[in-house]
């Protein structure tokens, strides 16, 4: 089975580290998710769920994953065993997990599983220090925009932030060609990926969403309190062009004003009605250059999942959400507005943050998963929430 979207947790059996201190950790985390994988353990048997619902592994000790997580099986005999599953269950020493078929029970060595990654990416260039490196997905129907990422330390960062003092920071850019490392042509972006803080501590903890064209980071770099998450996005969005091969898109931290000086947050994210920190690769020319949009979803809030009706509505005990998420920009004329597309995988409660954080959801026959977010680029940010579809596919 394939499973076209991909989640991870900080808190996943055998998931990287994202530490703030330690050059190259993010590269490390993004190549594990994207293409290697990770929690690599050996199966003791595999055999059908009691339940007759698809197939249950057995281990020798614990194992480390979660239900909603997608696992790859290969050594296996049977085919219907090899390849991607999604885990239905856990249990201190089994998982259960949807299969295709009635494959025969199978046990002994050479058995292993995974986490599966995203796959569908590539890493094309690294520096040899690895603290450097650029992302590509593989997909030759998309933008095949490549994603820079300097993974040292803010003081020394290719393009460092005015202040460094107590935050970390990560420079990053969208190019369109990159000849090799240090090379970028018609890049865009402006902004940074926001690691941490020293009163986080150095383990950063985050969440990631991704299919093979589109990755979102969260970091939670300030404390465990949702008002502080920080939500990252780059690759392709939807386009409702025909032709559009400018499509990419990068939404990041944007630091120089006193909002993220103290390093309390910096994600415009939640301001969907704001373009700092959102830009596309390109108008609709043929030329590229970079241009900045808005995000518009439900009136009812400026803000993804920030304010709007009581959860839930009093009206008849049922949750509402709006799931076209339009990319808004200006266009060649600067007095009139184009719509672009739509932004893939996510959703707007219409309610102020009405799930806990990391709580699954089932509506209209898709799983979402609920982050909780800063709403703002505040000092102070109120608190609003984005709900991430695990189950796909996006597009």
Known sequence: MYYPVKNFEDTDGGAPTLNRTVPGSLIALLKAVLIDGFNLQPVASLELAASGEGGRANFVGNHGFRVHQIVAIAGAIAPAWNGEHRVTAVGGQWIEFELQGQPAP?????????????????????????????????????????????DRRSANIEQSPATTTNVDW??????????????????????????????????????????????????????????????????????????????????????????????????????????????????????????????????????????????????????????DILIDHTGPRTDERVLRGRVPGIAQPLHPAPFGHREVIRVAARHWKAVRHAATAATSPSEAETLFDVTGPWR
Not at 108 to 125: D, F, N, Q, T, Y
Request: hydrophobic fraction near 35%.
């Open 106 to 150: 199978e046990s002994g060595s050479g058995i292993e599983i995974k986490a599966a990654p995203v796959g569908g990416w590539e890493m094309p260039l690294i520096s040899q220090d690895e603290t450097r490196a650029a992302f590509r997905s593989l997909d030759p129907s998309g933008t095949r925009a490549f994603w820079y990422i300097d």
């Open 170 to 323: 990560r420079f990053v850019r969208g190019a369109m060609d990159m000849p090799d490392i240090d090379t970028r042509v018609d890049e865009f972006g402006e902004g940074f990926l926001f690691v941490g803080t020293s009163s986080q501590g150095n383990t950063i903890p985050w969440d990631i969403f991704a299919d093979d064209r589109l990755l979102y980071l969260v970091t939670h770099p300030i404390d465990s309190s949702g008002t502080y998450r920080t939500v990252h996005a780059l690759g392709d969005f939807i386009t409702g062009v025909p032709g559009d091969i400018h499509n990419a898109m990068l939404v990041l931290g944007r630091y120089g004003s006193t909002n993220t000086s103290n390093g309390s947050n910096s994600s415009y994210w939640g301001e969907m009605h704001t373009s700092r920190g959102k830009t596309i690769a390109a108008d609709l020319d043929t030329i590229p250059t970079p241009i900045n949009f808005v995000m518009r979803g439900s009136s009812i809030s400026s803000t993804i999942g920030g304010g709007g009706f009581r959860y839930p509505n009093a009206a008849n005990s049922e949750l509402f959400i709006c799931t």
